[in-house]
DNA sequence: TCGCAAAGCGCC
DNA sequence: AAAGGGCGCTTTGCGA
């Protein structure tokens, strides 16, 4: 496989190094020769893997050219990966320029790409900081190290290119719909700066309610204050709070609260600056959490409320995908801990089904409860209780978690699967009874690390191989063949011409099995689907289980 | 007047 | 029914 790296030099020149020929390029001939090197290993079943600082910053403008690679390696996102890597000498990634790729941060959607403040950033040479990155990987210690710290890169990089074809294409949205749904709810579009009359309505009821003419529903503590002149004793104004309180003016706020939320998080100002051309196009952050998953810093992406799903519909002739693991973290645990009663539990669709049937729990609520409680820490309540008992069942799964909150307590780094290194534990209080409820809350943080983050890993093999898969559907460019338009921690949204729907579903299982057989090759563990086709997305789900892992 | 923290709600 | 992990976003309230 060739391996071609990009760096930027003054003014628009692109430095092109490929093995050891080297030549220039400028940006506006990039994409033309990223074009022919991927015809060329496209034919030869080999693409080139290009090397470059930030997939953000170089393949946007590719695939606005229409262009659209196989491979990438990433290598602000391997800096920092290999940087916190266990397995991997830190003094590896020392050399030229290292210490400005050790202050890499990802780069803002929102900024200006063409100025910069720092030169020397802007022209970071790719291909001396990834020799450093192979040496590091290939000298990492210990037995298949190196090859999982592979595996790991490449998936995090395919997962950034993920990303920026996702904000490419957009995940479809109709804003008729959506502001239909805003009307019927709010009422009409207000002036700037004031509420609509539906929420208006409701805050009158409320001040009736409560008897308090002045009140505005949005300041806690005046409504705080309203509330207890009513007689209510309430510590706080959380909906969950207020639930539980006797009054007639508590559903009309509660009301309030919901559909304020709506108007100010997803409500017409939303739409101005998120959805543009019927596309809802946020800005994903891979590896933008610790533990790995990605985060989103613009559009909300995490948080796509139910209430405005009905919004997300497929162009004419084309449907949705929608396809998402059932109790994705408690496999990973099983298959990472190489628990055999718990991977016999999850051999079929439903892990705390298979807990039951197998005589570990009385009900598949138990299982459920015994299960987070154990991968979350919980120490009290219900939960508390199943965990002595599941321990027992599953000595090796439950292993696991209690090694690593050990660990996170002494203040020891934990690790993934494939890797990934949990950052240091931060400043200890000095008072003791401080400090000891500051190791414990670290040690819950470690437990969770090393399933969520090996969770994470799962999903981006798992998209990484579907991205190859639904290319290979299609012909044209990324847009014209079935595209992901979407990606939360456990759950994908296809974008696809409707006749090829079967087999999206059928590549979406497809990748899933083999990122399992990729990411746990000792222990292989199912990874049962729920996929769905459908028109909105709001329709996503409807007659399957819903159980979140 | 600005920046920050907390509250509160949403997603997994 | 709530608890336990990870996030983003908006508004409010407070201190500089």
Known sequence: MSRISLSRLAGDRVLVVDGGATHETTRADLPAYVAGREAEGAEAADPPRWVWDDTARWYPPLLAAGVRVARCHDLRLGHHLLRRAPAVDP???????????????????????????????????????????????????????AARLGLLLAAESSGALVAVEMTHAGLP?????????????????????????????????????????????????????????????????????????????????????????????????WID?????????????????????????????????????????????????????????????????????????????????????????????????????????ATSGESGRLLAGLARRYPDAFGLVETAARAGERGQVVRTLLGRGSQTLGEVPADPEQQAAYRRSWGRFTRNFVVQGTGAEWALCWIADLRHRLWALGSGRLEERPHLVFFLHDEVVVHAPADLAGQVAAAATEAATAAGALVFRDLPIDFPLNVSVVASYADAGKPGVATPG
Do not use: C
Not at 332 to 338: E, R, T, Y
């Open 91 to 145: 003094g590896q990634l020392v050399g030229e320029e290292s210490e400005h790729w050790d202050r890499l941060g990802p780069t803002q959607p929102s900024e200006p790409v063409l100025f910069s403040g720092d030169d020397v950033v802007e022209h970071l040479r790719a291909d001396l900081e990834d020799a450093r990155q192979l040496a590091a990987v290939a000298a990492a210690t210990g037995p298949g190290e």
């Open 273 to 377: 600056q998120w959805v543009s051309g019927g596309r809802f196009r946020p800005s994903y952050q891979p590896a933008g959490s610790t533990t790995g998953r990605w985060s989103s810093n613009g559009g909300g992406a995490l948080s796509i409320p139910v209430q405005v799903r009905p919004a997300a519909v497929a162009d004419d002739g084309w449907v949705l995908v929608v396809a998402d693991v059932a109790q994705l973290e408690p496999r990973v645990l099983a298959g990472m801990s190489g628990d055999r009663a718990l991977a016999r539990a999850a051999r079929g669709a439903d892990l705390y089904q298979g807990m039951v049937d197998t005589g570990a729990v009385a009900s598949r609520n138990d299982a459920k409860l015994g299960l987070l409680g154990a991968m979350y820490g």
């Open 173 to 269: 949205w109709r804003v008729d719909v959506h502001e239909r749904l805003l009307a019927d709810l709010l009422g009409p579009r207000p002036p700037r700066g004031a509420r609509p009359a539906g929420l208006e309505a409701l805050a009158a009821q409320v001040r009736t309610a409560f008897a308090a003419p002045g009140l505005n529903p949005d300041s806690r503590p005046e409504l705080l204050t309203a509330l207890r002149r009513a007689g209510l004793e309430v510590a706080d104004t959380r909906a969950s709070s207020l639930r539980r309180l006797e009054h007639p003016g508590i559903e009309p706020l509660l009301r309030y609260k919901q559909l304020a939320h709506l108007f100010s998080t997803n409500g017409w100002a």
